[in-house]
Nanobody, 126 residues
Framework: QVQLVESGGGSVQAGGSLRLSCAAS??????????MGWFRQAPGKQREGIAV????????YFADSVKGRFTVSEDKAKNTLHLQMNSLKVEDTAMYYC?????????????????WGQGTQVTVFS
């Protein structure tokens, strides 16, 4: 019902910036997406939520590890989600995934989210 395609990953030196984008194609016309978010997973680690926009709640949530460095924005009309990542650190290296759902979900519970993109790799080198 929802197809998500991420773009914008790459390699960057520590301290640099990257901007990720997620394009959502929605094939259900009677309900709207409630939440969209960015998650990441580094090798050997669990997937973690880093930024979520709750449309029904009108709020944005960030993981503590990225607060002050990352910002998230969306274009509701185009169903696109962006993640601006500044002051990148080596520990930000991970596969970054876009997720969406028609129901509200928490940033801390990636297992509850239904729709996922294929991911885009972000590598930060020192």
């Amino acid at each position: 019902q929802v197809q998500l395609v991420e773009s914008g990953g790459g390699s960057v030196q520590a301290g640099g910036s990257l901007r990720l984008s997620c394009a959502a194609s929605v094939y259900t016309y009677d309900i709207d997406i409630d939440c969209m978010g960015w998650f990441r997973q580094a090798p050997g680690k669990q997937r973690e939520g880093i930024a979520v926009i709750s449309r029904s709640g009108g709020k944005t949530y960030f993981a503590d590890s990225v607060k002050g460095r990352f910002t998230v924005s969306e274009d509701k009309a185009k169903n696109t989600l962006h993640l601006q990542m500044n002051s990148l650190k080596v520990e930000d290296t991970a596969m970054y995934y876009c997720a969406a759902d028609f129901l509200p979900h928490e940033i801390a519970r990636p297992q509850d989210w239904t729709y996922w993109g294929q991911g885009t790799q972000v590598t930060v080198f020192s």
